[in-house]
Nanobody, 124 residues
Framework: QVQLVESGGGLVQPGGSLRLSCAASGFSLDYYAIVWFRQAPGKEREGVLCISNSDGNTYYSDSVKGRFTISRDNAKNTVYLQMNSLKPEDTAVYYC?????????????????WGQGTQVTISS
């Protein structure tokens, strides 16, 4: 069964950094486009960015450009979201999913199933 499990969230101060992990099972993650999205309390889901073999990083949110980067470790079947210069408005539950096009980053809402996510809280 295809599964993705998010981890690495926590509480950090503004300006701090955090690296989230997305561990895959049931498929070889490196073959697929993977999208990160987030949901803050009382708000709708927001696509953040996506990685594919053809396009590298694709940003769906202008607010994270220059601060967030997505990468892969094929040996660990894991993708990462490196978040720097964190702001209070980044506070949300973060999720990862396969793009519904499988191999390409096709849009900010083009994700399939996701897990429980990981909480990121930015506060002084």
């Amino acid at each position: 069964q295809v599964q993705l499990v998010e981890s690495g969230g926590g509480l950090v101060q503004p300006g701090g950094s955090l690296r989230l992990s997305c561990a895959a099972s049931g498929f070889s993650l490196d073959y697929y486009a993977i999208v990160w999205f987030r949901q803050a309390p009382g708000k709708e889901r927001e696509g953040v960015l996506c990685i594919s073999n053809s396009d590298g990083n694709t940003y769906y949110s202008d607010s994270v450009k220059g601060r967030f980067t997505i990468s892969r470790d094929n040996a660990k079947n894991t993708v990462y979201l490196q978040m720097n210069s964190l702001k209070p408005e980044d506070t949300a539950v973060y999720y990862c999913a396969r793009d519904r096009s499988y191999y390409y980053c096709s849009g900010p809402s083009a994700f399939g199933s996701w897990g429980q996510g990981t909480q990121v809280t930015i506060s002084s």
